[in-house]
């Protein structure tokens, strides 16, 4: 696939990771970001492997990006796809996936760029967060329970203290007239 060449003029200036496919998945092209996330054995190998034999993402069958684009004809976003790295074991990564179609100087779609910014990190995080949250919700649940609990019982308390004031201020009264 011969690439135009305003799109490798273009593909110089994007810092997140990214490879080109043809219409058939095989990667023909890819940037050092793309190429460094990846074990060193696979990266060698890239461009004779089809994308989804690198990575492996969650849409791949069914909701596969490059398609999505391809069949709209236009740009595609996906936020935080889960998804590995073939050759890891089980170690999942979180991407925020762009995919646009790329077209020859003839007006033909050739392939599509897929662009893959690594959101793991703010993903955890962002579960972490979620998490204290949540905990910090149940926690007050437990505070407002024991606050009614013992206001509940600080009135009985007070209701009791008033009759036995009564009482005794009735006595009182009886006694000294």
């Known amino acids: 696939m011969n690439l135009p060449s305003s799109l490798s ?8 990771s990214y490879f080109i496919i043809d219409l058939e998945h095989n990667i ?5 970001a793309f190429h460094s996330m990846l074990p060193r054995p696979l990266a060698r190998r890239l461009k004779t492997k ?19 684009c391809w069949e709209s004809q236009r740009p595609v976003r996906l936020d ?11 170690h999942r990564l979180r991407f925020i996936l762009s995919a646009v179609p790329i077209y020859d100087d003839s007006g033909e779609m050739v392939g599509a760029m897929e662009m893959q910014r690594n959101v793991t990190d703010e993903a955890l995080v962002q579960t972490k967060y979620q998490r204290q949250m949540d905990e910090s919700a149940k926690q007050q ?3 407002d329970e024991q606050l009614a609990f013992r206001t509940k019982r600080l009135l009985e308390v007070s209701r009791r203290l008033y009759s036995v004031q ?4 009735k006595s009182k009264t009886d006694l000294f007239g």
Not at 28 to 32: A, E, G
Not at 166 to 169: F, P, Q, R, W
């Open 9 to 16: 003029h273009f593909a110089q200036i994007i810092i997140d």
């Open 28 to 32: 023909v092209d890819f940037n050092r």
């Open 50 to 68: 089809k994308c989804y034999e690198v990575l492996q993402l969650d849409i791949c069958k069914e909701g596969c990006i490059a398609r999505q």
């Open 80 to 90: 935080e796809i889960g998804g590995c790295i073939v050759t890891e074991d089980d």
């Open 141 to 143: 649940v437990c505070l």
């Open 166 to 169: 009564k009482e005794l201020l």
